[in-house]
């Protein structure tokens, strides 16, 4: 059972007088110029009543509650086991009454609880949640709105897409109606039915804030952001769009406290839909690889590789055998579009790639060395993934880093093929575009280095910004370089 709970929020609006519910009336100056002074003008402001939907469909939103065991984690043991929290002044007292020598006694398992929400998708029981709202559990009830409780079972669980699939033993129950994500407009009223805190059927309204969100998880979900208020126990219910159709489940929230803050997010109701569909069949869902690591591109990058404006997916690293790398994509490489529909944010590759069935053929155009190309991977299953270079140090005055070759050995612990260059001391405009030294140098603009010369080289053709490929602890990034 995951404790992360995420919630969808709908912010709330300037509060106006409310007449019968629904509309109210603002006194606002007239401006114009022949108006009398001191002349008022009653304008009529009509908020949504939402009431109807709620009455529609609340009984077909559940309750969801989860129990399971969580195992002791490092910090229990460090508390030996003892009734009092290490930092509490009476943990030395309690340890005292330990006989000499004598280990504490290990922590047993504690039984733990969560709440979530869900929604009915058939009159046979099958409901949708969020995965992270069963993780790990071993009893899952569910809760209808008539006080009717069941012993749920999960049918399946897609920790990618955030989805899983339950199952009661019940017949004639009420169903949502299923919208299409894809119609939503930023701006428009929005919908979240739940049970924040437990409180159930909790009704929360707002507009939607953005569409295809991604968020820096291992997630490939394009996220509709709202405003909507989400808390713990949302999550895995509702959202929906003025017609009373579901559009998205409440998945995640952005917090710096733990509590709604006015940024929710929820997954598209045709993903969770594809997903649902695939374990009710399967009992699991399977989803596309290209096998790469992208990464926003901005304007100075876009200026580094010759762009005339930021778009695409920046290709950061290719994952070796993968179906990238079997079609010839590589680092540096701006994956502007699939099947001929433009990338506008990185994110969208994964969410195309991710909502893809394994084995289809997906068309890349591509922008590398200042030309287009086109590429036609065939993407596998998510569950399936030379020259030595001198010796030498050197240094680069218009970036300010002193660099040298990667040894053998250094190169298999970083896991580098071949070339690499390590920053031993940075310094001028690489270091203020935070380049840090023990980082390794892979290539320039998308073109590999494995000597020192060759940075050199490079360097004496530009006059405007770089894009670095740096390598730190494991992962790979560009880092956009301004020059003079």
Do not use: C
């Not at 409440?250 to 917090?255: L, R, V």
């Amino acid at each position: 059972m995951n404790d992360r709970t995420l919630w969808t929020g709908l912010g709330a609006l300037a509060t106006v007088a409310v007449i019968g519910g629904a509309a109210g009336v603002v006194a606002t100056r007239h401006a114009h110029a022949q108006a009398a002074p001191h002349a008022v003008v009653a304008t009529a402001v009509v908020a949504p009543d939402f009431s109807a939907i709620v009455e529609r469909n609340g009984a077909a939103v559940v309750n969801i509650t989860v129990s399971g065991v969580r195992e002791p984690s490092a910090d229990d043991d460090s508390a030996g086991g003892m009734p009092v929290d290490p930092n509490d002044p009476f943990f030395q007292f309690f340890r005292r009454l330990l006989p000499p020598g004598a280990a504490a006694p290990t922590p047993a398992p504690q039984r733990v609880r969560g709440v979530g929400s869900g929604f009915i998708v058939s009159p046979d029981g099958t409901i949708i949640t969020n995965a992270h709202v069963v993780d790990g559990a071993d009893e899952v009830s569910v809760k209808l709105t008539d006080h009717r409780e069941f012993k749920a079972k999960v049918l399946g669980s897609d920790k990618k897409a955030d989805v899983a699939v339950l199952k009661i033993d019940a017949r004639d129950l009420p169903v949502v109606p299923v919208g299409k994500a894809r119609d939503l407009k930023v701006g428009q009223w929005v919908l979240a039915i739940g049970s924040p805190f437990g409180f159930e059927n909790t009704v929360t309204a707002g507009v939607v804030s953005a569409k295809h969100r991604s968020l820096p998880d291992e997630s490939y979900v394009p996220f509709i952001q709202t405003d909507v208020a989400v808390n713990p126990g949302n999550s895995g219910g509702p959202l929906f769009d003025v017609r009373g159709d579901v559009v998205g489940i409440n998945s995640q929230i952005y917090s710096g406290t733990g509590g709604y803050q006015g940024l929710s997010f929820a997954i598209p109701i045709e993903l969770a839909m594809k997903v649902k569909d695939q374990i009710v069949a399967h009992g699991h869902a399977s989803h596309a690889r290209l096998g790469v690591t992208v990464q926003p591109v901005s304007q100075a990058l876009a200026q580094a590789f010759g762009l005339s404006r930021p778009e695409g997916a920046l290709v950061a690293s290719v994952e070796p055998d993968s179906a990238a790398a079997k079609v010839g994509l590589k680092a540096g490489d701006i994956i502007l579009a699939t099947n001929g529909t433009p990338i506008a944010e990185s994110g969208d590759l994964g969410a195309r790639v991710g909502g893809s069935a394994p084995g289809t053929r997906m068309g890349l155009d591509v922008w590398r060395d200042g030309q287009h190309r086109r590429l036609v991977a065939t993407l596998s299953d998510s569950e399936a993934g030379t020259s030595t270079a001198a010796n030498g140090h050197s240094a680069d005055g218009k970036l300010g880093l002193a660099l040298r070759a990667l040894r053998p050995d250094e190169r298999r612990e970083a896991g580098v093929a071949s070339g690499g260059l390590l920053v031993e001391a940075v310094d001028g405009a690489a270091a203020q575009a935070g380049v840090q030294p023990g980082d390794v140098l892979l290539s320039i603009d998308g073109r590999v280095l494995e000597r020192v010369d060759q940075l050199r080289d490079a360097m004496k053709r530009h006059h405007g910004p770089v894009a670095l490929l740096i390598q730190r602890n494991g992962g790979r990034v560009f880092v956009p370089v301004p020059l003079g």
